[in-house]
């Protein structure tokens, strides 16, 4: 039931430490970014979102970082536990005429150990 | 709410077969996606409609693959006839129609050609 596999980049993390997953985007009118987690077997799941007038924006043990300029964007993760071993898209969010869909990056895998 | 419900979880066909996949979405969600996942291509949008209308299906990788909407509650993704390369892990996703607002994807239907 893996999601994706061989290609993926992959960031090792102790458990405890901090996380940072980085995401280049690609479309200067995306106005919503999007930070999704998939777990084996499962379908991807929102973590947290940011408006492109954002710099910052925290959730419970997450921060989302975006930086127009360089068109970056970086999901950090603070105490990474072993629950948060994942694979990890950011997806970026044209919006005109009402109409919306999400465009997903390449995916980061995310792997704690203890 | 029962989430985004795809069916089936897991298909084995035969190539040259037709092949459907179906989705029913979350009860008053406008928007569907369908994304397709491979381990080469990671998640692709291939078509979405609001309010049961195609969008998009710039995505549809060619007319073997046709999708239909016939109303808010269910929608259908058809390959006809199926080849091996459309393996891959197919998701669907719906969104309420406001602005930011996150997609909710279902478990996926595996499918594998042979």
């Known amino acids: 039931g893996e999601s994706v596999g061989l290609h993926l980049p992959t960031l090792s993390v102790q458990e405890g430490d901090n996380s940072i997953i980085n995401c280049a985007y690609s479309n200067s009118a995306s106005d919503y970014f999007i930070w999704y987690k998939q777990e084996s077997g499962k379908g991807p799941q929102f973590i947290i979102d940011i408006r492109s007038n954002m710099d910052k924006r925290q959730g419970q043990r997450v921060t989302v970082l975006l930086n127009k300029t360089v068109k970056h964007l970086s999901l950090q993760i603070a105490a990474t536990q072993p629950g948060d071993s994942a694979v990890y898209f950011c997806?970026?969010?044209?919006?005109?005429?009402?109409?919306?869909?999400?465009?997903f990056g390449a995916g980061t895998r995310l792997a704690v150990h203890p | 709410d029962a989430g985004v419900i795809q069916s089936p979880r897991h298909e084995v066909t035969e190539m040259g077969q037709e092949v459907t996949l179906r989705c029913k979405p979350i009860s008053g969600h406008n928007s569907l996606f369908w994304y397709r996942q491979t381990m080469m291509r990671g998640l692709e949008l291939l078509i979405y409609?609001?309010?049961?209308?195609?969008?998009?299906d710039s995505g549809m990788p060619e007319d073997r693959f046709s999708a239909k909407m016939p109303n808010a509650s269910f929608s259908t993704l058809k390959i006809q006839p199926s080849e091996p390369r459309d393996s891959a892990v197919y998701f669907c996703?719906?969104?309420?129609?406001?602005?930011?607002?996150?997609?909710?994807f279902g478990q996926g239907t595996r499918l594998t050609v042979v």
């Open positions: 996703a719906s969104a309420p129609e406001a602005a930011g607002a996150e997609a909710f």
């Open positions: 997806a970026e969010k044209e919006a005109g005429g009402g109409y919306n869909k999400l465009i």
């Open positions: 409609f609001n309010n049961n209308v195609p969008i998009d």
